[in-house]
């Protein structure tokens, strides 16, 4: 037999045999070692999530006070325009399935929060959500959805949502209710959760920690589950706030900081102290969408952070 024939049987025996231990060695490590497989793609996976945080609703354009109520048929036109758009609502719970399971979000994905669980986001948000088929994420004051409950006034215009009313939100699987503390929704020597200048460690771990499990108490007595998500009022966070939510299992935590989040698959830390953009009225949902959608990251960080000021000081003046 040639020696070049010999040679070239080998070569191929050789080649071939490498071929086929690399193929099971690949093989084993992306069907046996599932870590290896969702660190490889985590890694690359990241998601750009704008939040719009609204207030409370009017019907037929009643004139009152407070600018961070919008008209119900203006925030029919919002969902209207994202939908045609092509964004896609979703909610806290998509968001924590993305960083924790890698289970993919819709493209254009969008979230809008209702904050502090007004009577009206019932009367007049809920069935606009149902009839466009769009998620939201609610955010009630745990004791004034405790007083409302007793004292059965229903005035729109400042009344408080009761259980009932939550209930029959969270039951139609479009609406998600987060913690939005029990009684920190104040601004005095305190603003709202933040820790005092002087107060020491253990003091305010005591006070928040209790706070916040008492809404998670009288949820899970009503509803019977417990949120994930921890929404700061007047967007006042501290690191030790965080720690302490963080500690307790919360798996994301809310701020006002005017941004677009970018969130990643595998990075729990991705989920705290994400930014909303307030929804102001008297402005058409066209003008308002392109402003803060089109540019992306460069936001008007100054006009943003004076209407969350102006908000905090409408809450703190009404002691909602
Ligand atoms: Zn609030």
């Known amino acids: 037999m040639p020696r070049i024939y010999v040679y070239l049987r080998n070569l191929f025996f050789r080649v071939a045999i490498i071929s086929l231990v690399s193929l099971i060695s690949f093989a084993v490590l992306f069907c046996f070692i599932p870590n290896f497989k969702n660190e490889t793609k985590a890694s690359v996976k990241n998601a750009k999530i704008p939040i719009f945080m609204y207030h409370g609703l009017v019907h037929n354009n009643k004139k009152i006070e407070n600018k961070f109520f919008i008209d119900d048929e203006l925030f029919r036109k919002d969902i209207k325009f994202l939908k ?73 215009y400042y009344a408080h949502a009761n259980w009932n009313d939550i209930r029959e939100m969270s039951n139609s699987g479009l609406v998600e209710i987060q913690n939005h503390s029990y009684n920190m929704h104040s601004i005095g020597k305190r603003k709202g959760c933040k820790k005092m200048r002087f107060e020491s460690d253990d003091e305010y771990k005591k006070k928040f920690k209790s706070d916040v499990l008492k809404f998670q108490s009288v949820f899970q007595d009503n509803l019977g589950k417990t949120p994930e998500a921890f929404v700061y009022p007047f967007g006042a966070t501290c690191h030790e706030s965080e720690n302490i939510l963080k500690e307790l299992g919360f798996k994301a935590t809310f701020s006002c900081e005017g941004k677009i989040n970018t ?45 969350s000021y102006e908000y905090a000081h409408l809450c703190a003046s009404k002691k909602t």
Do not use: Q, W
């Open 84 to 156: 045609h758009n092509g964004y896609n609502s979703v909610g806290v719970n998509d968001l924590i399935n993305f960083v924790h399971n890698d289970v993919p979000l819709p493209e254009k994905s969008i979230m809008v929060m209702f904050d502090d669980g007004y009577l009206n986001n019932f009367l007049y948000a809920f069935p606009i959500i149902k009839e466009e088929n769009f998620k939201a994420v609610f955010s009630p004051i745990g004791k004034c959805v405790e007083d409302y409950s007793e004292i059965k006034d229903r005035n729109p």
């Open 263 to 307: 969130i990643t698959s595998g990075d729990p830390d991705s989920l705290y102290r994400l930014g909303r953009i307030i929804r102001p009225n008297k402005i058409e949902s066209e003008k308002y969408f392109k402003k803060y959608l089109k540019n992306e990251d460069i936001l008007d960080s100054r006009s943003l952070s004076k209407l």
